[in-house]
């Protein structure tokens, strides 16, 4: 079974910087389309960046230039470089996992992890 678990959040001032990981266990990242997202209190959860099979990779637009998506093979992980953090990226972030098989649509998603930017 697959199981996606993140880690990295933290309290960071605002202009700070974070690394996330999401490990992922039960397949290997290389096959699925790879995201974060993030919920802040109150809002729907928006996708953050993504990276696909292929290694492409697409951002919001109010992170593009401060966030990068990565893929570590080797690690079996997927990271969310995060700098030039502003108080509106407070919120819980999620690592997913999508796939489409058959027809059939894999969806999996990790627990979270809480970043809070403030002074």
């Known amino acids: 079974q697959v199981q996606l678990v993140e880690s990295g959040g933290d309290l960071v001032q605002p202009g700070g910087s974070l690394r996330l990981s999401c490990a992922m266990s039960?397949?290997?990242?290389?096959?699925?389309?790879m995201g974060w997202y993030r919920q802040a209190p109150g809002k729907q959860r928006e996708l953050v960046a993504v990276i696909s099979s292929g290694g492409a990779t697409n951002y919001a637009d109010s992170v593009k230039g401060r966030f990068t998506i990565s893929r570590d093979n080797a690690k079996n992980t997927v990271n969310l470089q995060m700098n030039s953090l502003k108080p509106a990226g407070t919120a819980d972030y999620y690592c997913?996992?999508?796939?489409?098989?058959?027809?059939?649509?894999?969806?999996?998603w990790g627990q979270g992890t809480q970043v809070t930017v403030s002074s």
């Open positions: 039960g397949s290997i990242v290389t096959i699925y389309a």
């Open positions: 997913s996992a999508k796939r489409v098989v058959l027809l059939s649509n894999l969806d999996y």
